[in-house]
């Protein structure tokens, strides 16, 4: 540097400009360190790469174009560039999470998250784009122009120090915890089937959406966002019903999170549908006035669930046919089987006969499940919405043979048995469904298809993003979030029933324990429960119409 002649007076101001700008220009290499002169897409993917490897994850990686430049305090362009690279994949929801973490572990290199899209898919897995941006420093002549030696060290001062205040303010960005706070956001979806987090979204504001299921699943979600740390958050859920959609909004603050009940109007078509049941055609009333034993009172029951009381207060063994669906209403009194049987014609289903009576539809065209002897050892059911491929696999494992079955093969089935030969149960499942089948070493052949697809692998599934297949035990549920179908007795006792999530019948006598209440007693106008204050409330049957 060429001597410079001072004054006495510009001495004393050089030499607290120097000290200043040392003390400067050390607090902006200690954070330039941790940024890169320029950016390498190259090297970054590498590092995402390996990091999404070590979490178990797939992702696809792409630097969004156009570097976007930081302007200073005075709306002047800094050297700092941000660099934005997108990741998206799909995977489970813990080693999502898992990923984060590893991403925020690069305490070298300065980076943020700038958003993070979640949506959840059938089976639990999780489709998720996330976006980090990445700040690079370039080298820049901050001499300005020519000029006397203080005015260029007070130009040189005031850039650095603008600099400075955005490099800090990056860093803090960086250590603020938003990548911390979205791992939270995850580790708050419960890890429950009854709970459906359809979407999540993290940046500058950070929200979930979904829908929940039961009391239990509501208690345990609440708590979840509790222990997540968030401060406050406005959780608003819906007021009434077993299955509630809910959104949350994460918001800042350190207070508890407040709960805000809705109506189920209030939220959108999205969001409601999850809660939505599937349509059901009324196939229209049962009534017999017998002599027999058998009572039994049902308001708008399903077909499966109708005969799963059926089975249950007579221990008669049923399967449904998977084409028949609707519900009916039952208004029996002193009613025999056979009574019963009979009088299902006005609901336009023919029950055959025993030991395993199958309900089908009075104008179908399936074939009735051949007479043969029946020898495998007995097995026991009880099941009302279950996936037909699902049930032919377990009877893989029950007898040792495997079930192949024609790859466009789908639908559910109900099926009531106990103490029957497993053939025999087989033979009506496939009859059940439409299909034939013939047995080729130890192998099961359904239908007409060669060589079929093995029933235990996975198929591509129906879309539903309802919980299709939800079954909850009664402890799981409050009084609250059942739906009384009916009662039904063959002695003094009542016993009574109702729906559960989704769409799953249930009975319960005197004693039961739910979740919030206990089943008081049960008699021919409703339910009484005693709460846990002892508060003593009823739920009224509603009268066959």
């Known amino acids: ?106 305490t070298w290199r300065l980076g943020d998250l700038d958003t993070l899209r979640v949506n959840r898919e059938s089976g639990g897995a999780v489709e998720f784009a996330a976006q980090l941006v990445l700040p690079s420093f370039a080298i820049e002549d901050v ?3 020519g000029g006397n030696y203080v005015e260029a060290l007070r130009r040189r001062l005031a850039k650095e120090q603008a600099n400075l205040t955005l490099l800090e303010s990056w860093a803090r960005r960086s250590e603020s915890g938003r ?36 009391a239990a699943a509501r208690g345990k979600f609440e708590a979840a966002l509790q222990d997540a740390g968030f401060g406050a958050s406005r959780i608003t859920i819906a007021s009434e019903g077993a ?9 800042p603050g350190t207070v508890k999170p407040s709960v805000i009940p809705r109506s189920l109007k209030d939220f959108d078509k999205g969001l409601a549908s999850l809660c939505k049941g599937p349509a059901a055609r009324s196939l229209g009333s049962v009534t017999v006035r017998g002599k027999g034993t058998l009572n039994v009172r049902l308001l708008n029951a399903d077909v499966a669930g109708a005969f799963f009381v059926l089975h249950d207060v007579t221990g008669e063994n049923f399967i449904v046919d998977s084409n028949v669906s609707g519900r009916i209403n039952l208004d029996l009194e002193n009613a025999s089987l056979q009574e019963t049987f009979a ?35 007995p ?7 279950a996936d037909v491929r699902d049930v032919f696999c377990l009877f893989t494992q029950i007898t040792g043979l495997g079930v192949a079955a024609p790859a466009s093969l789908r639908g559910r089935t109900a099926i009531f048995v106990k103490d029957l ?50 079954v909850l035990p009664l402890p799981s549920l409050a009084a609250s979030d059942l739906e009384l179908a009916g009662r039904a007795r063959t002695g003094e006792a009542w016993k009574a029933y109702a729906y559960a999530p989704w769409r799953t ?14 089943v008081r007693s049960i008699g021919p106008s409703g339910v009484a429960f005693e709460g846990e204050s002892g508060r003593v409330f009823e739920i009224p049957f509603d009268p066959v119409q």
């Open 379 to 385: 097995v026991s059911f009880s099941m009302q919405n």
């Open 179 to 214: 990548m911390a706070a979205a791992r939270a956001l995850l580790r708050s979806i419960p890890d429950d089937a009854a709970a459906k987090v359809t979407q999540v979204r993290a940046g500058d504001q950070m929200s979930l959406r979904g829908a929940i299921v039961g």
């Open 243 to 251: 299955c509630r959609p809910f959104s949350v909004e994460v918001l």
């Open 1 to 106: 540097m060429p001597a410079v002649s001072l004054r006495a007076n510009e001495r004393s101001e050089v030499r607290a400009l120097q000290t200043e700008l040392r003390d400067v220009e050390l607090r902006l290499e200690q954070i330039r360190r941790r940024l890169p002169h320029d950016f390498d897409i190259g090297a970054e993917e590498t590092f995402i790469m390996q990091t999404a490897a070590a979490a178990r994850l797939k992702v696809r990686v792409k630097a969004v174009e156009g570097a976007e430049t930081l302007p200073d305090a005075n709306g002047l362009p800094s050297p700092i560039r941000l660099h934005r690279v997108e990741i998206s994949g799909r995977g489970e929801i813990g080693d999502l999470e898992f990923f984060l973490e590893l991403l925020e572990k690069r």
């Open 343 to 377: 009088a299902m014609s006005a609901a336009g289903l023919v029950v055959s006969n025993g030991p395993l009576h199958r309900v089908s539809l009075a104008t179908g065209s399936w074939s009735p499940t051949p007479e043969q002897t029946y020898t495998g050892h």
């Open 143 to 145: 001499s300005g122009p």
């Open 421 to 470: 030969p497993w053939d025999r149960v087989i033979s009506d499942l496939i009859s059940s469904v439409g299909l034939t089948y013939s047995i080729e070493g130890t192998r099961v052949i359904l239908g007409a298809e060669r060589p079929g697809t093995n029933v235990c692998e996975a198929v591509a599934p129906v879309s539903d993003s309802r919980f299709a297949s939800l």
């Open 505 to 518: 019948m249930h009975s319960f006598e005197a004693g039961q324990q739910l979740f919030d209440a206990r």
